[in-house]
């Protein structure tokens, strides 16, 4: 976030520091974006809640909001632009902790131990590979990429892995909507009740950001568990068939 030390911005300080024009910047007052600014004298002077909110602005049209749809957004934020801003940033910030990494169809062709297209379209309605042209692929997750290779040294044929990945993510999936569902009902909820007001916004922030690695260790866990059960009733089965079998 942009900082600004004073609140003594004339508006063409203020159009340079964000980089939005004057008349952009008159527009948004117009529309009720923007607070007016504190008129000393003859001369209207900006500070640090002008910039924040430019920047929320902003990167809300990058999400896809229009303009009636932001107005609306900060109507109900109690005008505290700095605290929306961090909370939107918030809301967009990846959960995962790993850096994607650059590969190419040649390096997952020889991986897979196969150039199928097919193959390749699948591993992309899955989430995992992002085309960046030039038969360049961005892997979102080297973690998963590393257990995709082990299993091919297992023998595992790939289009076998890639469908276990996409059973995965639906399972997946279910546990993410129930976190949010957790937070929606707990959290969010009662603070919009509330009428969202301005001193809880960073309580509300901080849930969802703790909200992340309490998610991550849940599923952790309860997987560990039911990994453990499932291997015991499962080879506890295959144990006793062998043992019928011998006696026969």
């Not at 003859?42 to 909110?53: D, I, K, P, Q």
């Not at 595992?156 to 999936?173: D, F, G, N, Q, S």
């Amino acid at each position: 976030m942009s900082e600004v030390t004073d609140d003594g911005l004339t508006i063409d300080e203020l159009a340079q520091r964000t980089g939005m024009t004057v008349r952009n910047i008159r527009a948004h007052q117009s529309r009720g974006l923007l607070p007016p600014p504190d008129v000393r004298g003859r001369t209207g002077y900006y500070g640090s809640e002008h910039v924040a909110r430019i920047e929320l602005i902003r990167e809300l049209q990058e999400d896809g909001f229009n303009l009636e749809a932001i107005r609306r957004l900060l109507a109900g934020a109690g005008g505290s632009s700095e605290e929306v801003l961090r909370f939107t940033r918030a809301v967009r910030a990846p959960f995962e902790d790993e850096q994607p990494q650059i590969v190419t169809a040649d390096e997952l062709g020889e991986r897979w131990g196969t150039t199928d297209p097919k193959l390749l379209a699948r591993a992309e309605k899955l989430g995992l590979v992002r085309p960046l042209g030039d038969g360049n692929f961005e892997e979102l997750s080297p973690r998963l990429a590393r257990a995709s290779a082990e299993l091919a040294t297992l023998g595992v044929p790939p289009e076998t892995a890639l469908a276990v990945a996409a059973r995965i993510r639906r399972h997946a999936e279910g546990v993410a909507r129930a976190f949010v569902e957790l937070f929606l009902d707990e959290i969010w909820k009662p603070f919009e009740e509330a009428g969202r007001p301005k001193e809880r916004w960073p309580e509300v922030r901080e849930a969802l950001e703790r909200l992340r690695p309490l998610a991550a260790e849940s599923l952790l866990a309860v997987f560990q568990i039911t990994m453990s059960e499932a291997v015991e009733k499962a080879f506890g089965r295959e144990l006793q068939r062998g043992q019928r079998a011998s006696k026969r």
